[in-house]
């Protein structure tokens, strides 16, 4: 009982250090090379997201879960290492038929205390199995699963402007290149958090998807809640 009182009191100490430290940094969250503890929460109309976020020093690491209404599941990791306004990233997002990482750069051009942009490139590929229906005639259809993979490129740019009370908005346009099937798919993330005290904050994001050769016109909405650590 004694180990898990010290044990208990050494973990309540390093979060409230950390949480000092926090603060004293003045960060801005909506800032993607900022480094911060966090627990979020997301809800489309038919999909909940679960986050989670740790950030040492130049490192951060995140974990994050998608579970829709039907019980569809996608899972991502990302490990994340930022230098002076430099960072490089390897993210893994995987569901039960499909695989993707990709490695990425970013980079932190403040143009005034309240207006930054980020130029992103990353690089990677996916890996996804596709199913083939055969007619067979009197013996029935016959379903098949054949993997496909492609490397990919994608360019984008992170644009945000920080209130000075600690708000955000934030624009993320980016568009992936498949090289096998040589398409674009352009995407848009949009959003904005608001800070309800030091530690917490609601807000909103869009996702855009445009339509392409390999992609249909789709926008998906969500609500968010983080806490701050």
């Given at each position: 009982?004694?180990?898990?009182?010290?044990?208990t009191?050494?973990?309540?100490?390093?979060?409230?250090?950390?949480?000092i430290?926090?603060?004293a940094?003045?960060?801005?969250?909506?800032?993607p090379?900022?480094?911060f503890?966090?627990?979020?929460v997301?809800?489309s109309?038919?999909t909940?997201q679960i986050n989670?976020?740790?950030?040492t020093?130049?490192?951060?690491y995140?974990?994050?879960?998608?579970?829709?209404?039907?019980g569809?599941?996608?899972?991502?990791?990302?490990?994340f290492?930022?230098?002076?306004?430099?960072?490089?990233?390897?993210?893994?997002?995987?569901?039960?038929?499909?695989?993707?990482?990709i490695?990425?750069?970013i980079?932190?051009?403040?143009?005034?205390n309240?207006?930054?942009?980020?130029?992103?490139?990353?690089?990677g590929?996916?890996?996804?199995?596709v199913?083939y229906?055969?007619?067979?005639?009197?013996?029935?259809d016959?379903t098949y699963?054949?993997?496909?993979?492609?490397?990919?490129i994608q360019?984008g740019?992170?644009?945000?402007?920080?209130?000075?009370?600690?708000?955000w908005?934030?624009?993320?346009p980016k568009?992936?290149?498949?090289?096998?099937?040589?398409?674009?798919?352009?995407?848009?993330?949009m959003?904005?958090?608001?800070?309800?005290?030091?530690?917490?904050s609601i807000g909103?994001?869009?996702?855009?998807?445009?339509?392409?050769d390999?992609s249909q016109?789709n926008?998906?909405?969500?609500?968010q809640?983080?806490?701050?650590?």
């Amino acid at each position: 009982m004694n180990m898990v009182r010290v044990f208990t009191a050494i973990l309540l100490a390093v979060l409230l250090v950390h949480s000092i430290q926090t603060r004293a940094e003045d960060i801005n969250y909506g800032d993607p090379t900022a480094s911060f503890s966090s627990l979020g929460v997301s809800r489309s109309t038919d999909t909940t997201q679960i986050n989670a976020m740790y950030g040492t020093g130049n490192s951060i690491y995140m974990g994050g879960v998608n579970v829709s209404d039907k019980g569809d599941t996608t899972a991502r990791g990302r490990f994340f290492h930022v230098t002076d306004g430099l960072g490089y990233s390897v993210d893994v997002i995987g569901t039960k038929d499909s695989l993707m990482a990709i490695g990425g750069v970013i980079y932190k051009i403040a143009l005034t205390n309240n207006i930054m942009v980020f130029p992103m490139l990353s690089a990677g590929f996916t890996d996804v199995d596709v199913q083939y229906t055969t007619r067979n005639g009197y013996w029935g259809d016959t379903t098949y699963t054949h993997p496909e993979n492609d490397n990919l490129i994608q360019p984008g740019i992170y644009a945000m402007y920080a209130f000075d009370n600690g708000h955000w908005l934030y624009a993320n346009p980016k568009s992936t290149y498949l090289i096998k099937a040589k398409k674009w798919v352009p995407q848009v993330e949009m959003g904005a958090g608001y800070m309800i005290n030091d530690n917490a904050s609601i807000g909103f994001k869009i996702d855009y998807t445009a339509e392409s050769d390999l992609s249909q016109e789709n926008t998906v909405a969500w609500l968010q809640a983080n806490y701050y650590f």
